[in-house]
Every structure is written in C-alpha cells, then in structure tokens.
C-alpha cells in the first residue's frame, strides 16, 4: 500500500512515542475540531522534509523468519535503503506530487523504475512491499476528516481518504492518524471494499541521534481482514544506530 515513506515519514519527531492501542472510529461530532485537509497536508509534507542521517539497522520477518541488514540514508525527500549483502537497492523521492521509486541490483548499475503491479511485490517475501514505501494517499483529493482520537496521550486528527480512478491503488481507502503537536504520522491502516484492515504500520520505538529523535523499531503489519486488530503476519523494520549526516543531494 501507498504508506509513508512508510518507514520515515511517521518517525521524524522530537519526542518518545507511547504503544499504540486498537482503534475505534473517532466521535464524528469533532469532525469540525480538525483542521482543513490541504493545511494537513502541506504540514505532513514539511514534516517529511528529512534531515540528512545515514541509518544502520535491519528488516526482519517473522513470516519468512529472515533478518537483512540495511543502510538507510536519507536527506529532504529522498530516501535510499541499501540492503548489505543482498544484489537489492531502493530509492525513494517523494514529493507532493506523486514519488517516485526506483531499484537496482548494485551501486554501479542505472535505476530502474518500480511502477504498476511491481510495486506491490514483497520485498524478500516480507510483508514490506515497494507500494509500502510511497505516500501517494496523502495527494489523494478525496480525503474527508473523521474526528479528534488519541494514542495514549497523544491528540491525534484522523482523516480517511479514498483513491480516484487516476490514482491505481489496490487499497479502498487509507484512514490514517496524524499527530495534532507533531504532524507525524502515528498510525496507518490500508482497508479493502469491505472497509477492513487488511494492512497497518505503526512506530514502536524511537531513539536519538544528536538533537533529532529518529524511529527505531517500526512495524508493518498484514492484517486478517475477519478479525479486528489481528495480524497474518508481521516485519519489523530496526535501526540499531546512525549518524547525522549523507551522501544523498537533498
């Protein structure tokens, strides 16, 4: 699914994040309590202005039971997961627009651009896909607020939007959680026809480096559609340590 740069996008914040609780849909009396979409989003789209860091962690999958080291890098709107020891690097430019994601097998070969049915193949059989690491949703027109929620003590507006038929997505809609002090993304839920959840991100863990708070443990989850809040299978995405600073332009 479109989510943001799935991996970044919700973590760039400047304070500690509290778990996530299961969800309920928000009291529609505060719909009016929640800013305009368009302010909602340039705000999400300054917040994914990302300050230059080079990331080491891992993907990991408790479905195929498979840990890949990466290096992530990112600066502005680019983003650069290059996975060590695998013929297997992403780039990721998101922009208001739309973004833009590419791959190659090694350093020395050109980009090749993901597009279509690509984008929803598994990233070494994780539940991790290419479409995960966009965040075309936001740019969706169809977007309508549902109300003021919470994620422990955070205030969070949420907002549901729905592709058009220029859009091709595989996703109904994607209702997602944005923090009202922050503007980060706390909390995504991709939903079929159905209106069920069949795929969610969530940050876990964050941690520092330098002045700046970075995500540290994030989770994709594959939902069952059938059973609220209940996942097929999980990956998690860890950084074990970084540094300011990439070779990425911004």
């Given at each position: 699914m479109?989510?943001?740069?799935?991996l970044?996008?919700t973590?760039?914040?400047?304070?500690s994040l509290?778990?996530?609780?299961?969800?309920t849909?928000?009291?529609p009396?505060?719909?009016?309590?929640c800013?305009?979409?368009?302010?909602?989003?340039g705000?999400i789209?300054n917040?994914?202005?990302?300050?230059?860091f080079t990331l080491?962690?891992?993907?990991?999958?408790?479905?195929?039971?498979?840990?890949?080291?990466i290096?992530?890098r990112?600066?502005?709107?680019?983003?650069e997961?290059?996975?060590?020891n695998?013929?297997?690097?992403?780039?990721?430019?998101?922009d208001?627009?739309?973004?833009?994601?590419?791959?190659?097998?090694?350093?020395?070969?050109p980009?090749?651009p993901?597009?279509?049915?690509?984008?929803?193949?598994?990233?070494?059989?994780?539940?991790?896909?290419?479409?995960d690491?966009?965040?075309?949703?936001?740019?969706?027109?169809?977007?309508?607020?549902?109300?003021?929620?919470?994620?422990?003590?955070?205030?969070?507006?949420?907002?549901?939007a729905?592709?058009?038929?220029?859009d091709?997505?595989h996703?109904?809609?994607?209702?997602?959680?944005?923090?009202?002090?922050?503007?980060?993304?706390?909390r995504i839920?991709g939903?079929?026809?159905?209106?069920?959840?069949?795929?969610?991100?969530?940050v876990?863990?964050?941690m520092?480096i330098?002045?700046?708070?970075?995500?540290?443990?994030?989770?994709?989850?594959?939902?069952?559609?059938?059973?609220?809040?209940?996942p097929?299978?999980t990956?998690f995405?860890d950084?074990?340590?970084g540094?300011?600073?990439?070779?990425?332009?911004?």
């Amino acid at each position: 699914m479109k989510l943001p740069s799935l991996l970044l996008v919700t973590a760039f914040f400047t304070t500690s994040l509290p778990a996530l609780r299961a969800q309920t849909l928000p009291d529609p009396a505060t719909k009016n309590q929640c800013p305009p979409v368009a302010y909602v989003q340039g705000m999400i789209w300054n917040r994914m202005s990302l300050t230059s860091f080079t990331l080491t962690g891992s993907v990991r999958s408790d479905k195929t039971k498979m840990r890949y080291p990466i290096i992530l890098r990112t600066a502005g709107h680019t983003q650069e997961y290059d996975f060590q020891n695998q013929p297997l690097q992403i780039l990721v430019k998101l922009d208001p627009g739309t973004s833009l994601i590419e791959k190659r097998s090694s350093p020395g070969e050109p980009w090749t651009p993901v597009s279509g049915a690509a984008r929803l193949q598994p990233i070494f059989g994780s539940d991790l896909t290419y479409e995960d690491l966009g965040v075309d949703f936001v740019n969706w027109d169809d977007t309508e607020a549902l109300g003021l929620d919470s994620i422990k003590t955070l205030k969070a507006y949420v907002y549901e939007a729905t592709p058009g038929p220029n859009d091709h997505s595989h996703l109904a809609k994607v209702r997602y959680w944005v923090s009202a002090l922050y503007w980060a993304f706390l909390r995504i839920d991709g939903l079929n026809a159905q209106e069920q959840t069949v795929k969610r991100v969530e940050v876990q863990d964050v941690m520092q480096i330098g002045k700046f708070t970075v995500f540290k443990e994030m989770k994709v989850s594959t939902m069952d559609p059938t059973r609220n809040d209940i996942p097929l299978s999980t990956t998690f995405v860890d950084i074990d340590g970084g540094k300011e600073g990439s070779d990425l332009p911004k």
